[in-house]
């Protein structure tokens, strides 16, 4: 499966006495696109979405779930940072060939 960064770091989102708490969790080898559109409404902002393809090979333990967070590089913080975008869909494809077997995420 085609790769283009050597991984990226994943924060698991876990409630602890009723505020959210994160899990810091390094991914492999992964298929990372972004993209910025400009949005047509009034407050003309820019939409910012990534698009990540992360190979079965790529994931140690953990299945990315919908409101974790996501950063593009691997990092030693322990808190997603600011820059951390929040994963709001995840698809399985663990089905076929091992080398095409991957999980879909779409973050914002």
Not at 65 to 89: C, F, H, L, W, Y
């Amino acid at each position: 499966m085609f790769t283009n960064r050597e991984g990226c770091t994943l924060y698991e989102k876990t409630i602890h006495n009723r505020a959210p708490t994160y899990i810091r969790r390094e991914l492999g080898a992964v298929y990372w696109e972004e993209k910025q559109e400009q949005n047509s409404g009034a407050d003309r902002s820019p939409r910012n979405e990534v698009f990540v393809s992360i190979p079965v090979t790529s994931v140690k333990g953990y299945i990315p779930q919908k409101d974790d967070r996501i950063v593009g590089e691997i990092i030693s913080d322990e808190q997603p940072p600011n820059t951390a975008m929040t994963i709001m869909s995840v698809s399985n494809f663990l089905y076929g060939s091992p080398s095409a077997q991957h999980i879909e995420v779409i973050a914002k």
